[in-house]
């Protein structure tokens, strides 16, 4: 008896490319052993409700479409107790795609849906951001943050990772500085911050790469980047050095590896989860909730 798959596909992902591979993806996983159902999202936020109520019905749940459309799949295993979560499967067409590029999974959608019939589990942390919310691999605020959500879908199926790219030029007049108290594992930390980034991932935004060998996305660990403002616009230049290259050795850039972090703003901030709008919040505690879901590698 052939395998049950719900396979959820975001039309809104990328530039509609389903259209295009949707029938050889399917040839594939039936060819597979797997009986796929398919789901299409109708908005934003539709599926961790979907996956919440139906995974249960299947072997392994399937999205088809960018991060933010594998954040809603997770946010909805999340919801459920560890037993009744479903191994996911990632099929990627988003624009950054920061997920699949850690995970090494292929850009090519017929090849993507071949390595689930040969994969295996990985056990993937998913953060918790506040009471009921969740993202896979970023929660941020601070300077280039907006960008991730606030290019407009258009622009974003017209050009691509340029469309990011543009609207962070775009930014760089904006750049403001908060005041926090950041708490983590074993310190305290009191600053004036343009950028604070709490992540699970090697790739953020498609641009800053993290050292791979400082990352463990199954560890119950966080990887935190927290930006001092710079006193001068050299100061900002040393800091985009720094943060591109990797190297966090700067008075002005912090790298850190906590389980849990909480930011006390004297304001409220705007803050985005894996690349969309994660609204404006004075107090934010996230927690590492290993070993969150399994993603076919």
């Avoid at 060819?31 to 936020?45: I, N, S």
């Avoid at 392994?60 to 979560?85: K, P």
């Avoid at 927290?226 to 790298?255: C, E, H, Q, Y």
Wanted: charged share 20%; with cysteine; proline share 4%.
């Amino acid at each position: 008896m052939a395998n049950r798959m719900m396979l959820l596909v975001n039309p809104n992902a990328g530039k509609g490319e389903f259209r295009t591979v949707l029938a050889e993806i399917l040839h594939t996983l039936c060819d597979g052993g797997w009986l796929p159902t398919v789901v299409f999202t109708k908005y934003a936020g539709e599926a961790p409700g979907i996956v919440a109520r139906h995974a249960q019905e299947y072997d392994m749940v399937t999205c088809i479409g960018g991060d933010g459309t594998l954040s809603e799949v997770a946010a909805g295993m999340m919801r459920l107790d560890e037993a009744q979560r479903r191994p996911v499967g990632y099929i990627p067409l988003g624009t950054a795609n920061d997920v699949a590029r850690t995970l090494g999974l292929s850009f090519k959608p017929a090849e993507a849906a071949k390595g689930l019939l040969t994969g295996s589990p990985k056990h993937y942390d998913i953060g918790q951001f506040g009471f009921d919310n969740y993202f896979t691999y970023v929660a941020a605020f601070g300077a280039f943050t907006e960008v991730s959500y606030g290019t407009p879908q258009e622009t974003k199926q017209a050009l691509g990772h340029l469309a990011y790219m543009l609207e962070g030029i775009r930014s760089l007049s904006k750049i403001t500085d908060y005041h926090a108290i950041v708490e983590y594992d074993g310190g305290v930390l009191e600053d004036d911050f343009i950028f604070g980034a709490v992540t699970n991932s090697t790739s953020v935004a498609g641009m800053v790469q993290l050292d791979a060998g400082r990352v463990e996305l199954d560890d119950g660990m966080f990887e935190v980047l927290l930006v001092r403002k710079p006193a001068d616009l050299l100061a900002l230049s040393d800091i985009l050095t720094s943060v591109l290259s990797t190297d966090f050795s700067g008075p002005n850039v912090m790298f850190l590896k906590s389980r849990e972090v909480r930011f006390m703003f004297s304001e409220k901030v705007a803050w985005t989860r894996d690349g969309e709008d994660g609204g404006s919040h004075r107090d934010v505690y996230i927690v590492n909730r290993h070993p969150g879901i399994d993603i076919i590698v």
